[in-house]
């Protein structure tokens, strides 16, 4: 924010924002909504499975379902810390979940005292309520039943088995979509290289004559200027060289497409230049330009991640009528015509006069909030296209945060368990053995799981490959 102004006074924090601060630090709003609006299934509510819910209890899930038909024995008391000795006889899903309840006021649960196998036989279409199915020590006919029914309904399926303390986890589902992937690393996203007709005119207004002006004006005009600066003395510099008939073909490239050192040349320049505007070394603005060299120099691409996403079968045919699909060709229309992905509109912090900050500010999200009409325009093109019967809503929020985020999207396409199941252990080790990226110590703790666990119990196996 701008520092040279009164900061406005903080709003009162809620107590549920204070009760998941952490967490809403980690996910932000969207992520703590999506988990407040999911419902969750426990299947056998053993020590593994207690702790997974309880790992989405605390951080306040929607509510949760647990199917359990085990009443609770010694063995359970030992090891499941939900469950004590009052419990012992009673049904095990219903001791674990008055326990887990306590952890948690705004969480709602039940239990249900029936296995697995029978609700499939009687309901088939029982799981396909729940966000996400999670299975704990189950038989190898009821896993692959499982797996094939929620595979066909396309609701995740997390699988965890446990000997002792070692274990496997397997994620079944067809499809992921992540718009909000919060990376590690944010590139900024500023248009330096190729700057809008609304920041070229905002900044074309702006004139640095007077030291006390510049000392107030953001490091991002400051760059600018810098960089507008070191460009036209390139084109002097070739202006003067044809006039004395030398032949000098060499270009200056653009700052935002140099490799590290050569952005090293650039900012002697930029350091220069800032002097010239009156600026001195101590100065904060002086400072901020010259940090924000290597991370506002950044030339503006679409990754190959997104590109992928892009020339997806769902994109390049009709689509969909998923909203995450329609948002992405309407994302390709809207690159077909500007070449380039939607503005993110937001601005890092700066040292400088408020008023000019959000002015600046300003410029970003007025040119964001414009692509984004632009890519809601396309998809509701997208939405007529699938039809009359089609009863898909898109809200214009729903984009604006498809285009803040689309430089960072994310797809994962998963394999059922089923198939691994019903293949023999040696084929799955080949294919293992047959990636460079395998770890050794995964394949050594895959083969010792292999023969303790009791899905695959009695099954022998040669493996076939050099690299074992």
């Not at 929620?150 to 496997?168: A, D, S, T």
């Not at 000392?215 to 460009?231: D, F, N, R, S």
Request: hydrophobic share 35%; proline share 4%.
């Amino acid at each position: 924010m701008a520092s040279l102004s009164p900061s406005p006074k903080s709003p009162e924090i809620s107590e549920k924002s204070k009760k998941y601060d952490r967490q809403l630090r980690l996910w932000g709003d969207h992520g703590q909504a999506k988990l407040e609006a999911s419902r969750i299934c426990l299947i056998n509510a053993n020590a593994t499975g207690t702790e997974i819910l309880k790992s989405l209890i605390l951080p306040g899930c929607g509510s949760f379902t647990i199917v359990d038909n085990h009443v609770v024995s010694q063995e359970d008391i030992g090891n499941n810390f939900f469950l004590d000795n009052d419990c012992l006889g009673k049904n095990r899903g219903e001791s674990s979940r008055q326990l887990v309840l306590e952890l948690n006021a705004d969480v709602s649960g039940e239990s249900i005292d029936n296995s697995p196998e029978n609700i499939l036989s009687q309901d088939p279409n029982f799981f396909s309520n729940f966000t996400v199915i999670i299975g704990s020590q189950l038989s190898e006919k009821v896993l692959i039943l499982l797996s094939k029914t929620l595979w066909e309904q396309k609701v995740p399926f997390l699988y965890c088995h446990c000997i002792g303390f070692i274990g496997w986890i397997r994620l079944q589902l067809t499809e992921h979509t992540v718009i909000e992937s919060h990376p590690d690393n944010v590139i900024e996203d500023l248009r330096l290289d190729i700057p809008f007709p609304e920041l070229v005119n905002y900044m074309n207004n702006i004139h640095l004559t007077e030291r006390e002006e510049a000392i107030k004006t953001p490091w991002l005009v400051l760059l600018y200027k810098g960089l507008e600066a070191y460009m036209k003395d390139d084109e002097d510099r070739v202006i003067e060289n044809n006039s004395h008939s030398v032949m000098d073909t060499t270009e200056k490239t653009h700052p935002c497409r140099m490799t590290s050192r050569q952005k090293q040349e650039f900012k002697n320049f930029l350091r220069k230049y800032l002097i010239s505007l009156g600026l001195r070394n101590n100065d904060e603005s002086f400072e901020e330009t010259l940090r924000a060299v290597n991370i506002a120099l950044t030339k503006t691409e679409i990754s190959t991640s997104v590109e992928n996403i892009l020339r997806d079968p769902k994109v390049v045919a009709v689509p969909e009528s998923s909203k995450f699909w329609i948002m992405c060709l309407g994302l390709k229309g809207f690159i077909s015509v500007n070449g380039h992905l939607p503005l993110r509109g937001t601005l890092p912090d700066m040292t400088a006069d408020s008023q000019k900050y959000i002015s600046l500010q300003n410029i970003y999200r007025e040119k964001a909030s414009k692509d984004v009409d632009d890519v809601f325009g396309y998809c509701q093109q997208s939405i007529q296209e699938l039809g009359p019967n089609n009863r898909m809503t898109l809200r214009r929020e729903d984009v604006r945060l498809f285009c803040k985020e689309a430089y960072n999207l994310s797809l994962i396409r998963g394999r059922p368990i089923f198939e691994e199941l019903e293949s023999s252990p040696a084929n799955i080790l080949h294919e293992l053995g047959e990636k460079e990226s395998t770890r050794w110590l995964f394949i050594c703790f895959f083969i010792l799981l292999l023969n303790l666990s009791p899905i695959f119990n009695n099954t022998s196996f040669t493996l076939h490959s050099s690299k074992f």
